[in-house]
């Protein structure tokens, strides 16, 4: 039993590290005031360039920082058209989505069923894998999962106790009033679109590299989706963003564990749409009841310009 | 009548030009400044005085002209770099973030040092008591008072070391006491070699402080005279219109008809942890201004809110038009026959990015559409008329709301209210942030509804409510303390005394 719960409790979090790296992500973009619904074609560029990477360089150094990077280029073009031409972010971000989507169906069609290049193996860190279950569940994993765990609070450092995180957030609020206090609103928005794009990058890169190695057409699977609302789910707070993720990532794993041990209490279909199910019925509890403003920023998706 | 000054100014102006599309909001302006002197920037609504100040903090680009900066050539492209520059403005609307704290919103450019925090805080404090601008550095700046928000504006501006300090419309949100108190910031500012220019529309302000004045009418700059030489608020009102203007309201008497509005025991808002207002009664006749009066931040604004149905209430009855309701069915009452002019009227009375048609449309959708159908001429034809009754300025009636300069926003808004033709008009300073004599059209129009309507006028500005009033209520903490009959002048002083909480009768 016990063993049970540590297998699903490492699957748990395995399925949980792409959606919380582009949550993450997407939190620094939209407290900047720049909503990106480009997050899914940004993982899906970043999972195919890692994999090209890998299979080129056979570096997992080099096929990282490929992945990675392409997410954020992407995201450039979607602050080109929303900080500076300021036309409607929804618009920009869905174009983006179906922009990676298209490129990278067609592009990667070569590496189809080619041996991944690179395969980033679970590390177990000398010490604390041997910690009974806790070991087994969190100290098991990918090198990328630690660079997770380690990004959660820097980010969360970065934007609650800098001086840059108080300008971030006070841009998502109200650009006008940080414009005339001499502060750049232009290069704030563009650096944490970039950011965004870094992190939904980087999260593609660990599906391609790690997760399930190799390239396949359409793996996001709308985990991109899925991060974008978790962004709610989490009041905008890295902290609490993984929560969210782990929840994804557990309903995962339950739909793999019973498909190992052979039940099914519930049909498999139902199983796997529990994830999206749960994001669903989050949305909706975070946005009734009682003390609905959960910390969103006021100026998420609204562009600035200085003459009106 | 040019000012002789022997030092060389700190910033000339030349030739400053501003078109917005086929607007020309500035005209080959020319001005100097010199330091250690307060200058008051007058001029009618739309008359250009926000766009040349934005021009000089960095906020807009000059089509044309040229500004130097002790004796060199500048050229802004940012408030940053007029900031940096020592150029630094207080906006009509505050510039500040909401959620943040005040310290926060003061060092927002530099970024708070970690560590140093307490430094910081200590620094602020030592600031703000040099200047007299009390307000805690914690504080987020959404708790604040309108009076409290400006002095965090004006540390800002001094906490970046700026030396000229442009103020638009600073006295507009601020209370008599407040206003004092701003005056005396100016006059130490000045002490210290640094230069401040306001724009104001109140003539007695300019005389209490300026040391120079300048009249901008329609894009130009029209005149600038030493305060000195000025005799009277009439030559002064006379600069800016260009006519003689009577500043003075004939009131001819109504007869006072029956209680439209009778308000009992109102208390609110309902679902606050603490009660704004308290066991409010009142009636407003037809025939008569009814004016609600205090320091701002008593619970007059919250009583407004509840009244025109913006907010719930927690107890008490309203009669309207012989109908009664309870606190929380008059929140829900639909139909005709009240007309609201908020105080806010960026937010609250009007849409930045409808057209002025569309904006005049609002509040009277029965009268220009149905379910399926919008009268667009029409609306057209009554927008048009507005803008010609009120003078109203702008870029036409198909030109977006948020285009329109302040003053003129609100005559739209005002317009709008009174062609509904209501049995009770809630006015909420509604000559806030206008010329003089749109202030004296206004508040013709206010008693000229009178004649058909109730009026419940609620403003802070004693002389608005003597010279419009038949009865004045003063609240104070929440309670109505007394009411007044505005006839004798004696009663000045106790309107004054009960704003304040004392000299409550017996
Ligand atoms: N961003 C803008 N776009 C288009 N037109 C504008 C814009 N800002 C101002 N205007 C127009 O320029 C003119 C001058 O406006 P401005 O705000 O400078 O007037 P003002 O003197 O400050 O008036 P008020 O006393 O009413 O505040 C007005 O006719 C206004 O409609
Ligand atoms: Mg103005």
Redesign the pocket.
């Known amino acids: 039993m016990i063993e049970d719960l540590a297998f699903i409790g490492q699957i748990a979090v395995k399925s949980s590290i792409a959606v919380l790296l582009a949550t993450l992500g997407e939190i620094v973009a939209e407290r900047s005031g720049i909503l990106n619904l480009g997050v899914e074609g940004m993982m899906l560029t970043g999972a195919l360039c890692a994999a090209a990477a890998g299979i080129a360089t056979g570096n997992p150094i080099l096929a990282v920082a490929a992945g990675t990077l392409a997410g954020g280029l992407l995201a450039l073009v979607h602050g080109f058209f929303a900080v500076t031409l300021r036309v409607n972010q929804v618009l920009s971000g869905l174009a983006l989505t179906l922009l990676g989507m298209g490129v990278t169906s067609f592009l990667g069609r070569p590496l189809i069923g080619i041996a991944p290049g690179v395969r980033l193996r679970a590390v177990p860190i000398p010490g604390l894998a041997d910690i009974p279950v806790i070991g087994d569940i969190f100290f098991r994993q990918s090198p990328l999962a630690y660079l997770a765990y380690v990004l959660v609070p820097l980010c969360w450092y970065w934007i609650f106790h800098t001086g840059t995180g108080l300008k971030i957030r006070a841009v998502g609020e109200d650009a006008a009033a940080v414009d005339a206090a001499g502060i750049d609103v232009f290069r704030i928005r563009y650096l944490c679109t970039f950011a965004g794009g870094l992190g939904a990058g980087l999260a593609g890169a660990y599906l391609s590299l790690s997760y399930t190695p190799g390239w396949k057409e359409s793996m996001t699977g709308g985990q991109g989706w899925v991060a974008i609302a978790m962004v709610i789910f989490a009041t905008w707070n890295p902290l609490r963003a993984v929560v969210g993720a782990f929840l994804f990532g557990g309903l995962t794993a339950l739909q793999f564990y019973f498909q190992a041990v052979g039940v099914e209490l519930v049909p498999a279909y139902v199983l796997k749409m529990l994830p999206y199910l749960l994001t669903i019925a989050v949305m909706i509890l975070v946005n009734v009841g009682p003390g609905r403003r959960f910390g969103g920023p006021a100026a998420l998706g609204v562009p600035f310009s200085r003459?009106? | 009548m040019a000012m002789t000054t022997l030092s060389s100014p700190v910033l000339a102006l030349t030739d400053i030009t501003k078109r917005?599309?086929d607007?020309r909001?500035?005209q080959r302006v020319t001005w100097t400044l010199d330091a250690g002197r307060i200058y008051a920037l007058l001029?009618?609504?739309?008359?250009?005085?926000?766009?040349?100040m934005?021009i000089l903090a960095g906020r807009y680009q000059p089509d044309g002209g040229e500004i130097h900066l002790r004796g060199s050539p500048v050229r802004f492209l940012s408030p940053a770099q007029a900031l940096a520059s020592g150029i630094g403005m207080v906006y009509?609307r505050f510039m500040l973030v909401e959620p943040l704290t005040v310290a926060e919103n003061i060092l927002l450019r530099r970024g708070p040092i970690r560590g140093k925090r307490t430094r910081d805080i200590r620094q602020i404090r030592e600031l703000a008591e040099r200047y007299g601008l009390l307000v805690n550095p914690l504080a987020p700046v959404r708790t604040l008072t309108m009076g409290e928000r400006q002095r965090v504006e004006i540390l800002k501006l001094l906490y970046r070391q700026a030396e000229i300090l442009i103020f638009?419309?600073p006295t507009a949100v601020l209370t008599h006491a407040e206003i004092d108190s701003l005056f005396d910031v100016f006059r130490q500012l000045k002490e210290e070699g640094k230069t401040v220019v306001f724009?104001t529309?109140k003539l007695e302000e300019v005389m209490a402080v300026a040391d120079e004045i300048a009249v901008?009418r329609r894009?130009r700059m029209v005149s600038r005279v030493a305060a000195a030489q000025v005799r009277s608020h009439h030559d002064l009102a006379r600069m800016m219109v260009g006519r003689e203007v009577i500043l003075s309201v004939q009131k001819p008497p109504v007869a006072i008809g029956e209680a439209v509005l009778t308000a009992m025991g109102l208390s609110g808002p309902a679902g606050a942890d603490r009660l704004k207002f308290q066991d409010v009664d009142f009636e407003v006749r037809r025939g008569e201004i009814f004016t609600i009066t205090g320091v701002a931040g008593n619970g007059q604004e919250q009583l407004v809110a509840a009244l025109a149905g913006l907010a719930p209430m927690a107890a008490g009855t309203v009669s309207f038009r012989n109908r009664a309701y309870t606190a929380a069915r008059w929140r829900r009452r639909t139909g005709d026959g009240l007309a609201y002019i908020p105080e806010d009227r960026d937010r609250t009375g009007s849409i930045d990015a409808f057209t002025l048609v569309e904006n005049f449309m609002l509040t009277r959708l029965d009268a220009f559409g149905g379910a399926l159908w919008v009268r667009r001429r029409r609306a057209a034809r009554a927008t048009a008329a507005a803008v010609r009754d009120f003078s109203i300025?702008?870029?036409g009636i198909r030109?977006?709301a948020?285009?329109?300069?302040?003053?003129?926003?609100q005559k739209l808004i005002l317009a709008r209210e009174l062609s509904r033709r209501p049995d009770l008009l809630i006015a909420e300073q509604p000559t806030q942030?206008?010329?003089v004599r749109a202030t004296e059209e206004v508040w013709q129009a206010l008693l000229r509804q009178r004649a058909s309507a109730a009026v419940l006028l609620v403003t802070g500005d004693l002389k608005e409510a003597l010279t419009l009033s038949d009865r004045i209520a003063v609240m104070f903490r929440g309670r109505i303390l007394d009411i007044v009959s505005a006839r004798e002048a004696a009663d000045i002083d106790r309107i004054k005394l009960l704003m304040a909480g004392l000299g409550k009768r017996e």
């Open positions: 003459e009106g | 917005f599309g607007v909001a500035n001029g009618e609504n739309g008359a250009g005085k926000s766009t040349l934005s009509q638009d419309e724009i529309h901008m894009g300025q702008g870029g030109g977006l948020a285009h329109l300069s302040g003053g003129n926003r942030g206008l010329d």
